[in-house]
Protein backbone atom coordinates (compact mmCIF):
# COMPACT_ATOMS: atom_id res chain seq x y z
CA UNK A 1 0.00 0.00 0.00
CA UNK A 2 0.93 3.68 -0.55
CA UNK A 3 3.64 4.49 -2.83
CA UNK A 4 5.57 1.67 -3.96
CA UNK A 5 5.39 1.50 -7.36
CA UNK A 6 7.95 4.33 -6.89
CA UNK A 7 10.47 2.76 -4.45
CA UNK A 8 13.43 0.96 -5.65
CA UNK A 9 13.32 -2.35 -6.75
CA UNK A 10 14.68 -4.09 -2.80
CA UNK A 11 12.07 -2.06 -1.42
CA UNK A 12 9.40 -3.13 -3.36
CA UNK A 13 10.61 -6.89 -2.64
CA UNK A 14 10.19 -5.87 1.04
CA UNK A 15 6.95 -4.51 0.94
CA UNK A 16 5.47 -7.03 -1.19
CA UNK A 17 6.68 -10.08 1.40
CA UNK A 18 5.61 -8.05 4.01
CA UNK A 19 2.08 -7.87 2.53
CA UNK A 20 1.52 -11.06 0.86
CA UNK A 21 3.58 -13.19 2.56
CA UNK A 22 6.58 -15.95 1.12
CA UNK A 23 6.05 -15.80 -3.16
CA UNK A 24 8.82 -17.79 -5.55
CA UNK A 25 11.14 -15.74 -7.41
CA UNK A 26 8.87 -16.04 -10.30
CA UNK A 27 5.53 -14.62 -8.65
CA UNK A 28 7.47 -11.65 -7.12
CA UNK A 29 9.05 -10.55 -10.73
CA UNK A 30 6.01 -10.96 -12.39
CA UNK A 31 3.74 -9.22 -9.75
CA UNK A 32 6.63 -6.43 -9.43
CA UNK A 33 7.32 -5.61 -12.81
CA UNK A 34 10.54 -6.96 -12.17
CA UNK A 35 13.28 -8.78 -14.65
CA UNK A 36 14.87 -11.74 -13.27
CA UNK A 37 18.33 -10.14 -13.61
CA UNK A 38 16.84 -7.11 -11.33
CA UNK A 39 15.40 -9.58 -9.01
CA UNK A 40 18.24 -11.25 -8.51
CA UNK A 41 20.10 -8.25 -7.50
CA UNK A 42 17.93 -6.64 -5.24
CA UNK A 43 17.03 -9.99 -3.29
CA UNK A 44 20.89 -11.27 -3.04
CA UNK A 45 22.33 -8.48 -0.20
CA UNK A 46 18.62 -8.72 1.22
CA UNK A 47 19.63 -12.47 1.90
CA UNK A 48 23.18 -11.83 2.67
CA UNK A 49 21.51 -9.28 5.41
CA UNK A 50 19.49 -11.61 7.19
CA UNK A 51 16.43 -9.82 5.89
CA UNK A 52 14.71 -12.53 3.96
CA UNK A 53 14.83 -16.36 4.04
CA UNK A 54 14.98 -19.31 0.86
CA UNK A 55 13.14 -21.64 1.70
CA UNK A 56 13.64 -25.31 0.09
CA UNK A 57 10.96 -26.73 -1.60
CA UNK A 58 8.71 -29.48 0.66
CA UNK A 59 8.79 -31.93 -2.50
CA UNK A 60 10.49 -32.15 -5.66
CA UNK A 61 7.67 -31.98 -8.28
CA UNK A 62 6.66 -34.65 -10.44
CA UNK A 63 7.64 -33.47 -13.48
CA UNK A 64 10.97 -32.48 -14.37
CA UNK A 65 13.09 -29.39 -13.51
CA UNK A 66 14.45 -27.40 -10.72
CA UNK A 67 11.55 -26.87 -8.21
CA UNK A 68 10.91 -23.57 -7.27
CA UNK A 69 11.37 -22.21 -3.67
CA UNK A 70 9.76 -19.36 -2.18
CA UNK A 71 11.22 -15.77 -0.40
CA UNK A 72 9.81 -14.78 2.83
CA UNK A 73 11.00 -12.19 5.46
CA UNK A 74 12.93 -13.29 8.35
CA UNK A 75 11.24 -13.12 11.43
CA UNK A 76 12.42 -10.03 13.58
CA UNK A 77 13.03 -8.76 10.37
CA UNK A 78 13.03 -5.45 12.05
CA UNK A 79 11.30 -3.35 15.41
CA UNK A 80 8.46 -1.20 14.72
CA UNK A 81 7.05 0.61 16.94
CA UNK A 82 3.46 2.09 16.82
CA UNK A 83 2.45 4.47 19.58
CA UNK A 84 -1.85 4.98 19.84
CA UNK A 85 -2.68 8.27 21.41
CA UNK A 86 -6.07 8.75 23.27
CA UNK A 87 -7.26 12.23 25.64
CA UNK A 88 -5.31 10.69 28.78
CA UNK A 89 -3.09 7.85 27.75
CA UNK A 90 -0.49 6.30 25.70
CA UNK A 91 -0.95 2.56 24.31
CA UNK A 92 2.38 1.07 22.16
CA UNK A 93 2.76 -2.22 20.67
CA UNK A 94 6.37 -3.24 18.82
CA UNK A 95 6.15 -5.11 15.25
CA UNK A 96 7.90 -7.08 13.01
CA UNK A 97 6.91 -6.42 9.36
CA UNK A 98 4.93 -9.48 9.13
CA UNK A 99 2.81 -8.29 11.82
CA UNK A 100 3.38 -10.67 15.16
CA UNK A 101 4.04 -8.39 17.96
CA UNK A 102 7.49 -8.59 19.75
CA UNK A 103 6.49 -5.80 22.56
CA UNK A 104 3.34 -3.51 24.26
CA UNK A 105 3.36 -1.37 27.07
CA UNK A 106 0.96 1.56 28.13
CA UNK A 107 0.89 4.40 30.56
CA UNK A 108 -1.21 7.04 31.51
CA UNK A 109 0.09 10.38 29.54
CA UNK A 110 2.06 12.51 32.07
CA UNK A 111 1.22 15.59 30.17
CA UNK A 112 -0.69 17.06 27.40
CA UNK A 113 1.75 19.39 26.23
CA UNK A 114 3.77 18.13 22.90
CA UNK A 115 7.07 18.43 24.41
CA UNK A 116 6.06 16.42 27.20
CA UNK A 117 4.38 13.64 24.64
CA UNK A 118 7.42 13.48 22.62
CA UNK A 119 9.76 12.86 25.84
CA UNK A 120 7.51 10.31 27.07
CA UNK A 121 7.26 8.39 23.82
CA UNK A 122 11.36 8.73 23.55
CA UNK A 123 11.60 7.15 26.77
CA UNK A 124 9.35 4.52 26.10
CA UNK A 125 10.95 3.91 22.74
CA UNK A 126 14.32 2.76 24.57
CA UNK A 127 12.71 0.50 26.71
CA UNK A 128 10.32 -1.44 24.05
CA UNK A 129 13.36 -1.57 21.81
CA UNK A 130 15.38 -3.34 24.81
CA UNK A 131 12.25 -5.68 25.60
CA UNK A 132 12.00 -6.17 22.05
CA UNK A 133 15.67 -7.71 21.97
CA UNK A 134 16.68 -5.29 19.29
CA UNK A 135 17.52 -1.86 17.92
CA UNK A 136 13.88 0.02 16.89
CA UNK A 137 13.97 0.72 12.91
CA UNK A 138 11.17 3.75 13.14
CA UNK A 139 8.00 4.93 14.62
CA UNK A 140 3.76 5.34 13.63
CA UNK A 141 2.08 7.28 15.54
CA UNK A 142 -1.89 7.54 15.60
CA UNK A 143 -4.21 9.52 17.58
CA UNK A 144 -7.72 11.50 16.61
CA UNK A 145 -6.41 14.04 14.43
CA UNK A 146 -6.24 15.23 11.10
CA UNK A 147 -2.99 14.80 9.85
CA UNK A 148 -0.97 16.44 7.11
CA UNK A 149 2.19 16.23 5.42
CA UNK A 150 2.72 12.60 7.57
CA UNK A 151 4.02 14.41 10.34
CA UNK A 152 2.31 17.91 11.08
CA UNK A 153 -0.98 18.07 13.43
CA UNK A 154 -3.42 20.20 11.64
CA UNK A 155 -6.03 19.99 14.90
CA UNK A 156 -6.06 16.72 17.22
CA UNK A 157 -9.57 18.13 19.52
CA UNK A 158 -8.97 15.70 22.54
CA UNK A 159 -5.15 17.04 23.08
CA UNK A 160 -5.98 20.67 22.31
CA UNK A 161 -2.89 20.42 19.48
CA UNK A 162 -2.87 22.82 16.22
CA UNK A 163 -0.54 22.77 13.52
CA UNK A 164 2.15 20.67 15.83
CA UNK A 165 4.82 19.40 13.90
CA UNK A 166 4.92 16.08 16.15
CA UNK A 167 6.47 13.65 13.18
CA UNK A 168 9.86 16.25 13.10
CA UNK A 169 9.53 16.36 17.33
CA UNK A 170 9.57 12.40 17.76
CA UNK A 171 12.33 12.11 14.76
CA UNK A 172 14.67 14.59 16.54
CA UNK A 173 14.00 12.94 19.81
CA UNK A 174 14.47 9.27 19.22
CA UNK A 175 16.83 9.24 16.09
CA UNK A 176 14.14 7.12 14.32
CA UNK A 177 12.03 7.45 11.02
CA UNK A 178 8.87 8.92 12.38
CA UNK A 179 5.14 8.65 10.45
CA UNK A 180 1.94 10.06 11.91
CA UNK A 181 -1.77 8.92 10.54
CA UNK A 182 -4.80 9.70 11.90
CA UNK A 183 -5.65 6.74 13.88
CA UNK A 184 -8.60 5.58 12.27
CA UNK A 185 -6.80 5.36 9.06
CA UNK A 186 -3.98 3.65 10.77
CA UNK A 187 -5.87 0.87 12.08
CA UNK A 188 -7.63 0.55 8.27
CA UNK A 189 -4.21 0.58 7.08
CA UNK A 190 -2.89 -2.81 9.98
CA UNK A 191 -6.69 -4.54 9.19
CA UNK A 192 -5.75 -3.90 5.40
CA UNK A 193 -2.36 -5.78 5.94
CA UNK A 194 -3.06 -8.14 8.62
CA UNK A 195 -5.98 -8.87 9.21
CA UNK A 196 -9.88 -8.86 7.73
CA UNK A 197 -9.56 -7.00 5.03
CA UNK A 198 -6.07 -8.54 3.63
CA UNK A 199 -6.58 -9.52 0.06
CA UNK A 200 -9.56 -7.23 0.14
CA UNK A 201 -10.07 -4.29 -2.18
CA UNK A 202 -12.28 -1.98 -1.87
CA UNK A 203 -11.84 -2.28 1.86
CA UNK A 204 -13.74 -0.06 4.25
CA UNK A 205 -13.69 0.03 8.41
CA UNK A 206 -16.23 2.18 10.67
CA UNK A 207 -15.36 2.52 14.28
CA UNK A 208 -17.58 3.80 16.97
CA UNK A 209 -16.74 5.27 20.35
CA UNK A 210 -15.74 8.15 21.64
CA UNK A 211 -16.14 9.08 18.32
CA UNK A 212 -17.20 7.94 14.92
CA UNK A 213 -14.38 7.14 12.33
CA UNK A 214 -14.07 6.07 8.60
CA UNK A 215 -11.62 4.19 7.41
CA UNK A 216 -11.32 3.25 3.32
CA UNK A 217 -8.60 1.23 1.04
CA UNK A 218 -9.29 1.66 -2.91
CA UNK A 219 -6.77 0.33 -5.31
CA UNK A 220 -4.59 -0.76 -2.44
CA UNK A 221 -3.88 2.55 -0.71
CA UNK A 222 -5.35 4.24 2.36
CA UNK A 223 -7.43 7.14 1.32
CA UNK A 224 -6.69 9.98 3.34
CA UNK A 225 -7.86 12.92 1.04
CA UNK A 226 -6.59 15.90 0.04
CA UNK A 227 -6.79 17.25 3.49
CA UNK A 228 -6.36 14.49 5.19
CA UNK A 229 -9.84 14.25 6.04
CA UNK A 230 -11.05 11.90 4.39
CA UNK A 231 -13.33 9.56 6.77
CA UNK A 232 -14.56 11.84 8.30
CA UNK A 233 -17.85 10.92 9.18
CA UNK A 234 -18.88 11.99 12.63
CA UNK A 235 -20.94 14.82 11.85
CA UNK A 236 -22.86 13.51 9.09
CA UNK A 237 -26.61 14.51 8.90
CA UNK A 238 -28.93 11.62 9.71
CA UNK A 239 -31.97 13.02 10.97
CA UNK A 240 -33.81 16.43 10.66
CA UNK A 241 -34.38 15.76 13.83
CA UNK A 242 -33.39 15.05 17.52
CA UNK A 243 -30.23 15.32 19.80
CA UNK A 244 -27.89 17.75 19.38
CA UNK A 245 -23.89 17.04 19.46
CA UNK A 246 -21.33 19.18 21.10
CA UNK A 247 -21.12 20.95 18.26
CA UNK A 248 -24.49 22.12 17.66
CA UNK A 249 -25.61 19.80 14.61
CA UNK A 250 -28.76 18.33 15.38
CA UNK A 251 -29.33 14.55 14.49
CA UNK A 252 -25.70 13.89 12.99
CA UNK A 253 -23.84 10.65 13.21
CA UNK A 254 -21.89 11.97 16.73
CA UNK A 255 -25.64 12.92 18.38
CA UNK A 256 -27.17 9.41 17.80
CA UNK A 257 -23.96 6.80 17.77
CA UNK A 258 -20.84 8.18 19.52
CA UNK A 259 -20.61 7.07 23.21
CA UNK A 260 -21.10 10.77 24.71
CA UNK A 261 -24.35 11.10 21.97
CA UNK A 262 -25.33 7.77 23.59
CA UNK A 263 -25.02 8.18 27.53
CA UNK A 264 -26.61 11.72 26.41
CA UNK A 265 -29.96 10.07 25.10
CA UNK A 266 -29.51 7.95 28.00
CA UNK A 267 -29.81 10.72 30.73
CA UNK A 268 -33.49 11.92 28.93
CA UNK A 269 -34.76 8.26 29.21
CA UNK A 270 -33.32 7.65 33.01
CA UNK A 271 -33.67 11.31 34.33
CA UNK A 272 -30.24 11.40 35.81
CA UNK A 273 -26.42 11.82 34.76
CA UNK A 274 -24.99 8.88 32.75
CA UNK A 275 -21.90 8.49 32.17
CA UNK A 276 -20.47 6.62 28.67
CA UNK A 277 -18.36 4.41 30.39
CA UNK A 278 -21.40 3.27 32.68
CA UNK A 279 -22.87 2.27 28.69
CA UNK A 280 -19.79 0.63 27.32
CA UNK A 281 -16.86 -0.38 29.44
CA UNK A 282 -13.59 -1.94 28.44
CA UNK A 283 -15.35 -5.80 27.44
CA UNK A 284 -18.16 -3.86 25.66
CA UNK A 285 -21.93 -3.03 26.56
CA UNK A 286 -22.60 -2.78 30.39
CA UNK A 287 -25.42 -4.58 32.27
CA UNK A 288 -26.75 -0.59 32.70
CA UNK A 289 -26.92 -0.90 28.58
CA UNK A 290 -29.16 -3.82 28.60
CA UNK A 291 -31.54 -2.21 30.59
CA UNK A 292 -34.83 -2.26 27.77
CA UNK A 293 -35.49 1.29 28.39
CA UNK A 294 -32.59 2.18 26.72
CA UNK A 295 -33.16 -0.43 23.87
CA UNK A 296 -35.05 2.21 21.26
CA UNK A 297 -31.91 4.70 22.24
CA UNK A 298 -29.30 1.75 21.26
CA UNK A 299 -31.23 0.83 18.14
CA UNK A 300 -31.19 4.18 17.25
CA UNK A 301 -27.53 4.32 17.26
CA UNK A 302 -26.89 0.77 15.67
CA UNK A 303 -29.59 2.47 12.59
CA UNK A 304 -27.24 5.37 12.33
CA UNK A 305 -24.28 3.01 12.10
CA UNK A 306 -26.34 0.94 9.57
CA UNK A 307 -27.30 4.81 7.86
CA UNK A 308 -23.15 5.14 7.48
CA UNK A 309 -22.51 1.64 6.46
CA UNK A 310 -25.11 1.59 3.80
CA UNK A 311 -23.83 4.81 2.69
CA UNK A 312 -20.23 3.76 2.18
CA UNK A 313 -21.33 0.38 0.12
CA UNK A 314 -23.09 2.46 -1.93
CA UNK A 315 -20.42 4.94 -3.40
CA UNK A 316 -17.87 2.75 -3.07
CA UNK A 317 -19.44 -1.42 -3.11
CA UNK A 318 -16.48 -2.79 -0.89
CA UNK A 319 -15.81 -6.38 -0.39
CA UNK A 320 -15.91 -5.89 2.97
CA UNK A 321 -16.73 -3.66 5.78
CA UNK A 322 -15.22 -4.45 9.50
CA UNK A 323 -17.07 -2.34 11.81
CA UNK A 324 -14.84 -1.75 15.25
CA UNK A 325 -14.69 0.81 17.96
CA UNK A 326 -15.34 0.76 21.84
CA UNK A 327 -19.47 0.50 21.38
CA UNK A 328 -19.28 -2.48 18.37
CA UNK A 329 -21.38 -4.12 21.28
CA UNK A 330 -24.38 -2.43 20.17
CA UNK A 331 -24.13 -3.05 16.60
CA UNK A 332 -23.99 -6.80 17.98
CA UNK A 333 -26.70 -6.60 20.06
CA UNK A 334 -28.98 -4.35 17.79
CA UNK A 335 -27.98 -6.23 14.71
CA UNK A 336 -31.76 -6.82 13.54
CA UNK A 337 -31.73 -2.24 12.99
CA UNK A 338 -28.08 -2.16 11.58
CA UNK A 339 -28.81 -4.42 8.83
CA UNK A 340 -31.83 -2.87 8.13
CA UNK A 341 -30.58 0.39 7.75
CA UNK A 342 -27.63 -0.69 5.47
CA UNK A 343 -29.94 -2.48 3.19
CA UNK A 344 -31.93 0.42 2.63
CA UNK A 345 -29.03 1.98 1.32
CA UNK A 346 -27.61 -0.79 -0.65
CA UNK A 347 -28.23 -0.88 -4.80
CA UNK A 348 -31.22 -3.38 -6.03
CA UNK A 349 -28.98 -5.02 -8.29
CA UNK A 350 -25.73 -5.63 -5.57
CA UNK A 351 -24.72 -8.30 -3.86
CA UNK A 352 -25.66 -7.85 0.04
CA UNK A 353 -22.18 -6.48 1.25
CA UNK A 354 -20.29 -8.67 3.65
CA UNK A 355 -20.18 -6.87 7.21
CA UNK A 356 -18.17 -8.43 10.12
CA UNK A 357 -17.89 -7.34 13.95
CA UNK A 358 -14.35 -6.59 15.34
CA UNK A 359 -13.66 -6.42 18.96
CA UNK A 360 -11.60 -3.73 20.26
CA UNK A 361 -8.59 -2.90 21.80
CA UNK A 362 -6.62 -0.32 22.12
CA UNK A 363 -3.20 -2.39 21.57
CA UNK A 364 -4.83 -3.26 17.94
CA UNK A 365 -4.75 0.17 17.39
CA UNK A 366 -1.52 0.68 18.10
CA UNK A 367 -0.11 -2.17 16.10
CA UNK A 368 -2.06 -0.02 13.75
CA UNK A 369 0.11 2.38 13.57
CA UNK A 370 3.27 0.61 13.81
CA UNK A 371 2.24 -1.55 10.49
CA UNK A 372 2.35 2.58 9.11
CA UNK A 373 5.93 2.65 9.40
CA UNK A 374 6.82 -0.98 7.65
CA UNK A 375 7.16 0.96 4.19
CA UNK A 376 9.30 3.67 5.07
CA UNK A 377 11.65 0.82 6.94
CA UNK A 378 11.69 -0.44 3.57
CA UNK A 379 13.02 2.78 1.63
CA UNK A 380 14.97 2.81 4.20
CA UNK A 381 16.90 -0.64 3.75
CA UNK A 382 16.78 0.73 -0.12
CA UNK A 383 18.85 3.69 0.97
CA UNK A 384 21.18 1.89 2.65
CA UNK A 385 21.86 -0.54 0.04
CA UNK A 386 22.77 1.87 -2.26
CA UNK A 387 25.30 4.39 0.26
CA UNK A 388 27.04 0.96 0.87
CA UNK A 389 27.56 0.04 -2.40
CA UNK A 390 28.16 3.64 -3.65
Same mark, same amino acid.
Given at each position: ?22 ? @? ?7 ? /? ?7 ? $? ?19 ? #? ?17 ? /? ?14 ? =???? =??? $???? =? ?6 ? %? ?6 ? $? ?16 ? =? ?14 ? &? ?10 ? +? ?37 ? $? ?9 ? +? ?10 ? %? ?15 ? %? ?16 ? #? ?28 ? &?? @? ?5 ? +? ?37 ? +? ?44
Amino acid at each position: MGGAANAGPASRVLLRLATAGAQ @TRTDLADCL /GLSAPTLTR $AVRPLLDGGLLIEDEPAAAPA #ESGRPPRSLRLAPRAAALL /GIKLTADHLYAQVIDP =LGSS =LAE $ASAP =LVSQDPDG %VVEQIAAL $ASGLGAAAGSGLSGIGLS =LGASVVQGGTIAVAPF &LGWRDVPIGARL +REATGLDTIVSNDVRAFTHAEAWFGLGHGVDPFALLTLG $AGIGCGLVVGG +RTIAGAHGAAGS %VGHLPLADSGPVCEMGH %VGCARALAAAPGIAHQAE #EVLGRAVAPEELIGPEGLTELALDPRLAGV &LE @TAADAAG +RIVGSIVALIDPGVVVVSGESVGLVDAHREAFDAAVERA +RHWAAPPPRILTRSFSFGEWARGAAALAVEPWTRAVEAGLRGSSA
